[in-house]
């Protein structure tokens, strides 16, 4: 399973685009980029999952470079409710079984 | 479609007990995984099941910790013996067969072993 890097914490304000990379070199041709949202004291939640380029949905957008060492969760214009810790996982399809969390990169939001 | 179910949300249990925590999977999801998060920490795998079947159970202790999806109901997560340490979130997560990557949480259960 690929390790993943992300940094620790990250503050941002309202309203701005808030951009959160994570590092995975090891990552493998069958292997999948996920990222989930964890509140305090809830479960975390799915939030983007993608493969390669650009994915975006209706919560954030993913980008993968060509090389896929790296991807960057990009949320726009954030709001207090985003506050949260973020975990950029890698995941092979095959082995999908097993999801690796981190440490998460713990994401404030002031006003 | 409700989400995922676990009950109880909150169980204290004096060290020496048994804690038995459910999950009910979301509609159409055959797959249930479950993970402990101690404080400040982020989550570990602990076992993958399907419908009768343990299919990874490679993050969990080999003692007192076991887990069954039967056919009919819940998943349990039973630990027998409780101590101190396993005071924790455990999280229950399911999966449509086809993504397993996309696991969908449930609210934990929080253990407070005394």
């Known amino acids: 399973l690929a390790k993943t890097t992300q940094p620790i914490s990250m503050d941002s304000y309202e309203g701005q685009e808030v951009n959160i990379t994570c590092s995975h070199n090891n990552i493998a041709t069958n292997d999948y980029i996920t990222w989930y949202q964890q509140f305090p004291s809830q479960g975390p939640r799915f939030i983007i999952q993608?493969?390669?380029t650009k994915v975006t949905n209706e919560v954030a957008s993913l980008f993968i470079p060509a090389d896929r060492k790296s991807s960057t969760l990009s949320l726009p214009r954030v709001s207090l409710s985003d506050t949260a810790v973020y975990y950029c996982?890698?995941?092979?399809?095959?082995?999908?079984?097993?999801?690796?969390f981190g440490s998460g990169t713990r994401l404030s939001i002031r006003p | 479609n409700a989400g995922v179910m676990q009950n109880p949300r909150h169980l204290v249990r004096r060290r020496g007990q048994e804690a038995r925590l459910r999950c009910s999977p979301m509609k159409g999801h055959s797959h249930v995984y479950w993970y402990r998060q101690l404080p400040e920490e982020g989550l570990k795998f602990m076992v993958y099941l399907q419908k009768e079947n343990i299919i990874d159970e490679s993050g969990m202790p080999k003692e007192r910790f076991s887990a069954e999806f039967p056919k009919e109901g819940p998943s349990i997560l039973r630990i027998q013996q409780v101590v101190r340490g396993d005071s924790a979130a455990y999280f229950c997560?399911?999966?449509?067969?086809?993504?397993?990557?996309?696991?969908?949480f449930g609210p934990g259960t929080r253990l407070t072993v005394t």
């Open positions: 993608g493969y390669k």
């Open positions: 996982l890698v995941v092979g399809y095959s082995s999908a079984s097993k999801i690796i």
């Open positions: 997560a399911s999966s449509p067969p086809s993504s397993t990557y996309e696991q969908y």
